[in-house]
């Protein structure tokens, strides 16, 4: 590929961005921006018929410039993305659309197709690509200097502390996506609930699955119902939640969080979902468990016991 970058103009380059926010360079919004309003439905087909051919010249493009094609995340020149996956909806591109408005470091979205014949993958999304690489790559968090890393902390904790003081636009206690329907998940049982009109409707689906088949005795399986059904004697403020809080959403750029992906699964939500959703799986002395930990999931131990509870009690429910 080392010829591309002498003979092809750098806009065609699967390396090149669009210039990207810098925080401190844009305020972030302290008060929730308007919900966007979404293109109609007859633009929303009209680009669901151009993007398929858009992921066939994603193939055609990385074999010229020498990557690997990824049809859900297909790259393309001019610093574009076509994103086309099981998980992409209209209330991640409405998400999206949020917090581009209010200054969060994520990537503009150009077109959004609707694909009534893919049910499992509905919508398409073509944006901008961001620079960077994600914290989920072990080389890029352990080659950090201290300085480097409170960077990181520092920056994380100021967009969840903002986005998590916003006022609901639809109720108090209503969890939600942006638009106000369902919520989508896969820490969900069958993937999507709602909308809910409080935690205590929230919670009757978490726990619609239970089922001891995972278990080898009863005993066991009563044991970890009672942790479980903790959490439903708990009660929580709902806020804005990005839902999928995993180092591999994060994009890092000289030294700076440059990227603040995915955001399918965001809306409202019980306040420590955002936390014990990386929480669940692996040891707390992992580094990212360890930074989420000090970010604000060290509220919510008890949470995240009875969660980890729940997961074996609802495995059935798990599968896509």
Same mark, same amino acid.
């Given at each position: ?16 961005? %669009?210039? !990207? ?6 305020? +972030? *919004? ?22 398929? !051919? ?5 193939? &055609? ?19 574009? #993305?076509?994103?086309?996956?099981? @998980?992409?909806?209209?209330?991640? #591109? ?17 077109? !959004? ?27 890029? !968090?352990?080659?950090?200097?201290? *300085?480097?890393?409170?960077? +990181? ?10 986005? &998590?003081? %916003?006022?609901?636009?639809? @109720? @108090? ?10 919520? &989508?998940?896969? &820490? ?54 990005? @839902? ?5 959403? +994060? ?36 580094? %990212? ?12 131990? *008890? ?16 599968? %896509?």
């Amino acid at each position: 590929m080392d010829w591309l970058r002498y003979l092809v103009p750098k806009i065609l380059l699967p390396t090149f961005t %669009w210039p !990207y926010r810098v925080l401190g360079s844009v305020d +972030i *919004a302290s008060s929730i921006p308007p919900t966007p309003r979404l293109a109609p439905r007859i633009v929303r087909r009209v680009f669901g018929f151009v993007h398929p !051919y858009l992921c066939s010249l994603s193939h &055609r493009y990385c074999n010229w410039v020498g990557i690997p094609f990824d049809n859900q995340l297909a790259q393309l020149p001019f610093g574009l #993305v076509l994103k086309w996956s099981d @998980g992409t909806r209209l209330e991640e #591109v409405a998400a999206t659309m949020l917090a581009r408005s209010a200054g969060f470091p994520v990537p503009k979205i150009i077109s !959004y197709g609707e694909h009534p014949d893919t049910p499992h993958a509905p919508v398409s999304i073509l944006m901008t690509r961001i620079p960077g690489r994600d914290l989920g790559n072990p080389e890029i !968090y352990e080659r950090m200097n201290d *300085a480097e890393r409170e960077t +990181i902390y520092t920056e994380l904790e100021y967009m969840l502390q903002v986005m &998590r003081n %916003w006022s609901h636009p639809w @109720g @108090g206690d209503r969890i939600c996506s942006i638009l106000g329907t369902a919520v &989508r998940s896969v &820490r969900i049982p069958s993937h999507s609930v709602g909308p809910c009109e409080s935690e205590s409707e929230f919670n009757d689906h978490l726990f619609s699955s239970i089922s001891g088949h995972s278990f080898e005795t009863r005993d066991t399986f009563e044991e970890k119902v009672v942790v479980a059904k903790r959490l439903r004697s708990m009660h929580h403020a709902v806020v804005f939640t990005h @839902g999928d809080f995993k180092h591999h959403n +994060i994009m890092v750029h000289n030294g700076h969080i440059s990227g603040f992906l995915d955001w399918e699964s965001a809306g409202w939500y019980p306040e420590y979902w955002e936390f014990t959703t990386p929480l669940r799986f692996g040891s707390r002395d992992f580094w %990212w468990n360890a930074l989420v930990l000090r970010l604000g999931g060290s509220k919510y131990l *008890a949470e995240l016991e009875s969660e980890k509870a729940l997961v074996p009690l609802t495995v059935d429910a798990w599968a %896509w």
